[in-house]
C-alpha cells in the first residue's frame, strides 16, 4: 500500500537541500498539487470544514520542512530520545494515539535535513557513556513516507555503525523494502503492530492487512534486524480468543520460513481516556468501538489523567491467554509486557 498525497506543501528553504530539490521535481513529475508555504508555523491551504473532511484532508497532506529546533525530546521509558524524522502517518485508525496529539489537520511533516539530525544524533550519543537509544516513531509511523524521503534508510546505516547508539521504531506499514540489505548490524530493532485481522478490518482504515504486514515482517526478520511486535489493542468480545490465536499462527507459520527466533511481544489491551473518546467521537461519529466507560474500570494515569481498562477479571484473562499462546508458539520470544 504506498501513500500517494494530494497536495504537498513546501518549506521554501527545502530547496536549499538536496532531499528537497529531488522531491520537488518528483511531486512535479507525477502531477501531483505543490506549492510554497510561507512560514514554518502556519501550515495554510488545507481544505475541509467539518471534522471529519478536515481529517481526512490533513491525512492526505504532506508538508516537506527543516527541522529548525535540534534538541530532542525525552522518550521515557522505552528510549532515551525521540528521533525526529517526520510527524503524523498516513493510516485513519480510529483509536490512534495521535488523535490528541495533532490538530483537527494532521498532515503528515517530513524534515529534508536528515544529515543535520543525524550529526545531532551523534552527539546525544557522546554525550553519555552507556548506550542511547532512540525512538523514530514517538510521533509518527516513518514507514509511508519512507519511499520519499530515504530517511529510515539514512538513520538505520548511521546506527549501524554506532557501538552505542541504538534505534527502534514501530509501524503497521509495509514500504520496507529500501531497508532490507541495509548494513544494521543489529542496532535497530523494527516492531510491527499487529491485530487480528478482523480488528483491522474494522478499525484500522488505509493501513496494510495483516497478512501484508506479516509478510513485510518476515522480510525484515530475514534481512537479520531484531523485531518485535505489539499486539494492540486487544479487544474482548465473542470469539477473541479464536480471532488472536489465527493472528499468532499466522505469524508463527510466516516467520518459521526464516530460520530465526530473536523475537519479543508487547501486549496492551484496549483503554480509553475522556478526552481520546471525545476526539474519536469528533472524527468518526459512527463507530463502534467499545467505549462505554460503566464497562469499564477506571485507572489514574500517570501523566495526571484517568483511562478506563478492561476490569480486572477480563485483564487476567487476556494474561493467561496471551502468555500461554505466545508461549507455546514461540518459546524463545521475549514477552515484555502483557497489560
Ligand atoms: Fe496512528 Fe499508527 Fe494508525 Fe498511523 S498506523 S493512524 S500512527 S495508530
Known amino acids: 500500500m504506498s501513500f500517494i498525497p494530494s497536495r504537498v506543501l513546501f518549506e521554501e528553504n527545502t530547496l536549499n537541500y538536496e532531499l528537497g530539490r529531488n522531491m520537488l521535481e518528483y511531486f512535479k513529475e507525477k502531477g501531483i ?42 522518550c521515557k521509558p522505552s ?10 502517518c498516513t493510516g485513519k485508525c480510529e483509536y490512534c494515539y495521535l488523535n490528541t496529539q495533532l490538530g483537527a489537520k494532521p498532515y503528515i511533516r517530513v524534515y529534508v535535513n536528515t544529515d543535520e539530525i543525524l550529526e545531532r544524533a551523534q552527539r546525544y550519543i557522546e554525550e553519555r557513556d552507556e548506550v542511547t537509544i532512540f525512538e523514530a516513531s514517538a510521533t509518527s509511523d516513518p514507514v509511508p513516507v519512507e519511499p520519499f524521503t530515504g530517511s529510515l534508510a539514512k538513520a538505520i546505516t548511521f546506527f549501524g555503525k554506532q557501538p552505542r547508539g541504538k534505534l527502534r521504531f514501530v509501524t503497521k506499514f509495509t514500504s520496507i523494502e529500501s531497508l532490507l540489505g541495509l548494513e544494521h548490524n543489529g542496532n535497530t530493532t523494527v516492531r510491527f503492530s499487529i491485530n487480528a ?22 522480510k525484515i526478520h530475514m534481512s537479520g534486524y531484531p523485531i518485535g511486535f505489539i499486539i494492540a489493542p486487544v479487544f474482548i468480545y465473542s470469539g477473541w480468543e479464536k480471532d488472536y490465536d489465527d493472528m499468532l499462527n499466522r505469524i508463527k507459520n510466516q516467520l518459521a520460513e526464516t530460520g530465526r527466533s530473536e523475537i519479543s511481544f508487547e501486549v496492551i489491551s484496549h483503554r480509553f481516556t475522556k478526552r481520546a473518546k471525545s476526539s474519536i467521537l469528533n472524527i ?21 489523567y484517568g483511562k478506563y481498562i478492561y476490569p480486572k477479571e477480563t485483564l487476567k484473562k487476556i494474561n493467561d491467554f496471551f502468555s500461554e499462546r505466545i508461549g507455546n508458539l514461540f518459546p524463545e520470544a521475549e514477552i515484555k509486557y502483557i497489560i
Request: aromatic letters at 10%; zero cysteines.
Open 33 to 74: 498539487e505543490h506549492s510554497f508555504l510561507a512560514s514554518h508555523n502556519r501550515v495554510t491551504g488545507i481544505p475541509g470544514n467539518t471534522p471529519q473532511k478536515a481529517y481526512a484532508e490533513g491525512k492526505k497532506t504532506l508538508v516537506v520542512g527543516v527541522r529548525r529546533t535540534l534538541e530532542f525530546s525525552p
Open 79 to 88: 528510549a532515551h530520545y525521540q528521533l525526529p524524522i517526520a510527524t503524523s
Open 197 to 218: 485481522d478482523n480488528i483491522i478490518r474494522k478499525y484500522e482504515h488505509q493501513t496494510p492487512s495483516l497478512d501484508e504486514r506479516v509478510e513485510a515482517i518476515s
Open 284 to 304: 468518526f461519529p459512527q463507530t463502534d468501538l467499545p467505549m462505554d466507560e460503566g464497562k469499564r474500570k477506571f485507572k489514574f494515569g500517570q501523566f495526571g
